[in-house]
Nanobody, 114 residues
Framework: QVQLVESGGGLVQAGGSLRLSCAASETIFYLKAMAWYRQAPGKPRELVAGITSSGSTNYADSVRGRFTISRDSAKNTVYLQMNSLKPEDTAVYYC????????WGQGTQVTVSS
């Protein structure tokens, strides 16, 4: 049973932008903090950005000022707007609940060319 569906990745040149989306069922999304993670080849998965049910946000130092996380409760969807992309942002991006994680989705590939 697929519960988290990430989309919006692609190939972009350095300096470009992408907007990722993560759709979840209401039972997963409702009143829960959500977060975006990423995993580059040969590296562990890392937290990129998080957002609480009330909208408070936090970011990894490496993306602060370039990425923006947001959520739409009506659509049970969390977004990640990524600007000024760098080659080191290349990774598979996933979403999940940081406090009550569930099975990971397939993620969405982001590739930034130099």
């Amino acid at each position: 049973q697929v519960q988290l569906v990430e989309s919006g990745g692609g190939l972009v040149q350095a300096g470009g932008s992408l907007r990722l989306s993560c759709a979840a069922s209401e039972t997963i999304f409702y009143l829960k903090a959500m977060a975006w993670y990423r995993q580059a080849p040969g590296k562990p998965r890392e937290l990129v950005a998080g957002i609480t049910s009330s909208g408070s946000t936090n970011y990894a130092d490496s993306v602060r000022g370039r990425f923006t996380i947001s959520r739409d409760s009506a659509k049970n969807t969390v977004y990640l707007q990524m600007n000024s992309l760098k080659p080191e942002d290349t990774a598979v991006y996933y979403c999940n609940r940081p406090q009550f994680p569930i099975d990971w989705g397939q993620g969405t590939q982001v590739t930034v060319s130099s």
